[in-house]
């Protein structure tokens, strides 16, 4: 009995001991402070990502534009016909077409597929505009074309992609009449 009156009197003798261990339902700033912090680095980690989505896609499209290039520069040179880009600026696509208005349609769009069909550009990522020097000059809305020609040529043309941040610039090297890629938002002059 004596272990058991101990065992009491140090129970009575320290109410808060136990009353401390069973009810500690509250947070200390220690462990408030390691939730922020873990918190913290996550959001670091993962938003980056989300900001740079609409990069990537800016980068995507201006690929597939220079893919869409190299394709029909060499349709039009192995065809012996030339083609049209067509960019609707209003809608935000474009797409090819032979520039023959005498040409059978049906059989051209079974022939290219997606690319007579169009491709929509999807937001963020839009047309700035679209520089044509010789033809037309700067064309910010409505539609315009660019010709890809039998002998290998292309019209000079110049085409602002944006995502509301970032700008990309492609332009046709007069050299090489490649489409290239430079970034910003640049300029082109074919007069010099």
Not at 14 to 36: D, K, M, Q, W, Y
Not at 38 to 64: C, K, Y
Not at 150 to 155: L, R
Not at 171 to 183: D, F, H, I, K, T
Request: hydrophobic share 40%; glycine share 6%; with cysteine.
């Amino acid at each position: 009995m004596a272990t058991s009156t101990t065992t009491d009197s140090r129970a009575t003798s320290c109410p808060h001991r136990a009353s401390r261990g069973s009810s500690n339902a509250g947070f200390t700033l220690l462990e408030i402070t390691l939730v922020i912090l873990i918190i913290s680095v996550m959001l670091g980690l993962i938003l980056p990502r989300f900001r740079n989505q609409s990069r990537t896609e800016l980068d995507a499209q201006a690929h597939h534009l220079i893919l869409t290039f190299r394709f029909l520069r060499s349709e039009a040179a192995l065809s012996g016909y030339p083609y049209r880009l067509i960019y609707d600026l209003n809608q935000q696509r474009y797409w090819a077409m032979p520039d023959d208005p005498s040409a059978d349609l049906a059989e051209f769009a079974e022939d290219m597929g997606s690319l007579a069909r169009g491709t929509q550009l999807h937001e963020p990522v839009g047309f700035a505009d679209v520089v044509l020097p010789t033809l037309a000059g700067k064309v910010a809305q409505g539609q315009i074309y660019t010709v890809f020609y039998p002998d290998g040529t292309i019209d000079p043309t110049v085409i602002h992609l944006t995502n509301g941040q970032d700008a990309l610039t492609l332009y046709v090297n007069p050299m090489s009449n490649r489409l290239q890629l430079a970034e910003g938002y640049q300029e082109i002059n074919y007069a010099g």
